[in-house]
């Protein structure tokens, strides 16, 4: 019964997976804010200086979670020093006032995925686009309103957890009422600025280490040699 009960703790042990960065390190992220887009630039609001301000609103998950109501920092973007769909390093890009060890660093900036055939047509509800080279996938709510998304990816860090570094993917959101995307690309490509409120929704997700993987191979040949056991203990008393 010694050996047994010595065996199945090595087991629960065996099957426990490790992960690159500990389950904490994992969450989701809401934030808000204003941006200006230009041609070739995101700016997020205060205009000017390099970066941004943007508040933290529910629902918040994880190492997130305590910094539900308060405020944080976001640099803005460029399409000279970001390009779009090109791997990058922007640390702090973005920072939080209640939590100084936590920081989302940039690495990619991805292209749109909705392509440039409708980007001209005459406004119509339901068309899609994205203008080449740009991040946006432009989508028009009906012919006179508009929505406009892209995507950032990156990795958290946290000097908690040091050495540790936590994917994330992050989507903002826009809405243009009063203007279709026609009038937001024709405005944009004419070198003029357009000015939105936004949402984004940040998702941070520890992943496992590959040690982990060979870890549970182990638990699981442990509860072989378990059952092997176990059957010679009944035939030895049978």
Do not use: H, W
């Amino acid at each position: 019964m010694l050996k047994l009960a010595y065996l199945t703790t090595v087991i629960a042990i065996g099957c426990v997976p490790a992960f690159a960065g500990s389950i904490d390190d994992s969450g989701v992220l809401n934030i808000a804010g204003s941006v200006e887009i230009s041609f070739g630039n995101i700016d997020f609001f205060p205009l000017g200086g390099g970066s941004g301000t943007f508040s933290i609103f529910a629902p918040e998950t994880g190492i997130f979670g305590p910094l539900l109501g308060s405020t944080g920092t976001i640099m803005d973007l460029n399409n000279t020093t970001e390009p779009v769909g090109t791997t990058v390093s922007v640390p702090d890009f973005m920072t939080f006032s209640s939590a100084p060890n936590l920081e989302l660093t940039l690495t990619e900036l991805p292209a749109g995925t909705f392509g440039s055939s409708s980007c001209s047509a005459p406004a119509a509800a339901g068309q899609t686009c994205t203008p080449p080279g740009t991040p946006y996938d432009l989508t028009n709510q009906t012919a006179t309103s508009s929505t406009a998304s892209f995507t950032v990816d990156g990795y958290l860090t946290d000097t908690n957890n040091p050495g540790v570094q936590t994917p994330f993917t992050g989507i903002f959101t826009t809405q243009f009422e009063g203007m279709n995307f026609q009038q937001v690309v024709a405005t944009i490509e004419g070198g003029g600025t357009v000015d939105a409120s936004y949402s984004a929704t940040f998702t941070a997700t520890a992943t496992p280490e590959p040690a982990s993987m060979l870890t549970m191979l182990s638990g699981g040949l442990l509860l072989i040699g378990v059952g092997a056991f176990g059957k010679k203990l009944r035939r030895t008393n049978s």
